[in-house]
């Protein structure tokens, strides 16, 4: 069993840079794909940037050259990094893992609410 904590949301300007963390319980956390997800309000949840225990890591093109993603599996931790924030980044913001195995995300976040004014 994995539960992820997500925290660094916050309120900010247009752009303005801001770093979501998500701590991991579970001794498996260093294999498993961690990816971050995003929900803005009266629309249905899209993937954000995700990162393999490889390093590999891939980005949704709307967050292509602003968002990093990274991972420290000594501290299990994955963080996003976010620049240049736009008023379209306002979301809730999602933490999610699952094993090299499944194709679904298995564990879940609760969720850390970023609003970006313009």
């Known amino acids: 069993q994995v539960q992820l904590v997500e925290s660094g949301g916050g309120l900010v300007q247009a752009g303005d840079s801001l770093r979501l963390s998500c701590a991991a319980s579970?001794?498996?956390?260093?294999?498993?794909?961690m990816a971050w997800f995003r929900q803005a309000p009266g629309k249905q949840r899209e993937f954000v940037a995700t990162?393999?225990?490889?390093?590999?890591?891939s980005y949704a093109d709307s967050v292509k050259g602003r968002f990093t993603i990274s991972r420290d599996n000594a501290k299990n931790t994955v963080s996003l990094e976010m620049n240049s924030l736009k008023p379209e980044d306002t979301a809730v913001y999602y933490c999610?893992?699952?094993?090299?195995?499944?194709?679904?995300?298995?564990?879940w976040g609760q969720g850390t609410q970023v609003t970006v004014s313009s």
């Open positions: 990162i393999r225990w490889t390093g590999a890591i």
């Open positions: 999610a893992g699952r094993s090299v195995s499944s194709y679904e995300w298995t564990y």
């Open positions: 579970g001794r498996t956390f260093s294999t498993y794909v």
